[in-house]
């Protein structure tokens, strides 16, 4: 259980408010939990060379875990972040440590190793970890699995946050009207109990995608766009909503064209480029026959 004086930076930290986690370090006491949260919302906000930077070699293990996932989503030394990972991991009270665990697990699934993240994740009984592994179920398409997870979480904290954020996922994954709509219940209550995220309003968006409603889906990724002009996920589900909406091609082609400048390297664009080469090249080939 985090010290409660820690709750309000975790808090903001998993319902993505991530300069409101960062604020609320400051005030809290020093402590190996809380530079571990800090840390983490400066990572999820891209700010990896501050963390590079300020974690140096005598830090606790978890909190050079952190600076170890910064490097490796900074894109320098993957390789030789995995072999740490993996090398601190073969200590045998290192599952023991369920930061490190978190930490590495979330590698493991940026490298797509499911196997290896579930391996080390699937026995914690740690809320931040089995919230972990509902994300990695989803990811598999599992949902059933995802569900018994939930199940587990809610029987040992119902209200907590990650529990709560972890059963309105798995219903957004689940088919039926009904779950989309339990899901926007508990990410409307979660935004409306705390400040609303960026990550709220677009889990907001996608539940009323599901159901169809795209005028209010897009009303909520515009505000999600008034907190943040170049947010990625936004801009990705903005797209996806006005194509729904048919609206004008040249709206549509101003936010790909903002989505392409601002995150060149981002797995949606390098699929959306390769959609487009492809389209061009069957163009080609009817206007030549």
């Known amino acids: 259980m985090v010290d409660s004086a820690l709750f309000n930076l975790c808090n903001a930290l998993h319902l993505g408010n991530y300069q409101q986690a960062i604020s609320e370090a400051m005030s809290a006491g020093a402590s190996t939990e809380r530079d571990f949260f800090m840390y983490r919302a400066l990572v999820e906000q891209g700010q990896y060379r501050i963390v590079m930077d300020e974690v140096g070699p005598q830090a606790p293990v ?48 940026h490298e797509q190793d499911h196997k290896e ?14 919230g972990l592994v509902v994300q990695i179920y989803l990811q598999i398409n599992r949902p059933d699995l995802a569900r018994k997870q939930v199940k587990a979480m809610q029987e040992q904290d119902d209200d907590a946050t990650l529990t709560k954020l972890a ?101 949606w664009v390098a699929k959306y480029g390769e959609l487009e080469a492809s389209f061009d090249r069957c163009a080609d080939q009817l206007r030549k026959a």
């Open 62 to 109: 978890s909190v050079q875990a952190v600076k170890l996932l910064a490097t490796y989503l900074s894109g320098i030394s993957k390789d030789v972040v995995v072999v740490q990972l993996k090398e601190w991991l073969t200590d045998p009270s290192a599952l023991e440590n369920w930061q490190l665990v978190l930490i590495a697990a979330t590698v493991f699934l």
């Open 117 to 130: 993240a579930l391996k080390i994740t699937h026995q914690s009984t740690q809320l931040d970890v089995m």
């Open 167 to 267: 059963h309105g996922w798995t219903c957004l994954c689940e088919v039926g009207g009904d779950k989309y709509q339990e899901a926007l219940y508990e990410f409307q209550e979660l935004g409306e109990k705390y400040n609303m995220s960026l990550m709220l309003l677009n889990a907001m968006a996608a539940c009323n995608m599901h159901m169809g409603r795209f005028d209010e889906a897009e009303k909520l990724l515009q505000e999600a766009l008034s907190k943040s002009a170049s947010d990625t996920n936004s801009l990705i589900n903005l797209l996806v909503c006005l194509n729904h909406l048919q609206k004008p091609a040249d709206v549509i082609a101003r936010y790909t064209s903002q989505l392409k400048i601002s995150t060149p390297g981002h797995p």
